[in-house]
């Protein structure tokens, strides 16, 4: 199994960025994912999660600017954010939640 994250980069405060997670060796659609991010000297946190079934929750601080959405054609779970802000400045990291899998993380940095 392997997780390939990628759509980081600098964005303006205010910016959108899509972040994608492509997923080969298991099937995402039968799995829930999540999204975490770490910010610089901080813990890994929770950030968004889509279930098999394509509910979807999220952590306070984004809610109503980050949508998680799958692609299961493309076995890709995307993180789309919007009206970035720099406290969103982190590592961000995919996970198929419940096991031991993650993407390697693709870094986020918003500027003021």
């Known amino acids: 199994v392997q997780l390939q994250a990628s759509g980081g980069g600098l964005v303006q405060a205010g910016g959108s960025l899509r972040l994608s997670c492509a997923a080969s060796?298991?099937?995402?659609?039968?799995?829930?994912e999540g999204w975490y991010r770490q910010a610089p000297g901080e813990q890994r946190v929770w950030v968004a999660k889509?279930?098999?079934?394509?509910?979807?929750i999220y952590e306070d601080s984004v809610k109503g600017r980050f949508t998680i959405s799958r692609d299961n054609n493309k076995n890709t779970v995307y993180l789309h954010m919007n009206n970035l802000k720099p406290e969103d400045t982190a590592v961000y990291y995919c996970?198929?939640?419940?096991?031991?899998?993650w993407g390697q993380g693709t870094l986020v940095t918003v500027s003021s």
């Open positions: 996970r198929i939640l419940n096991t031991n899998y």
């Open positions: 889509i279930t098999s079934g394509g509910a979807t």
């Open positions: 060796g298991i099937a995402l659609r039968n799995n829930n």
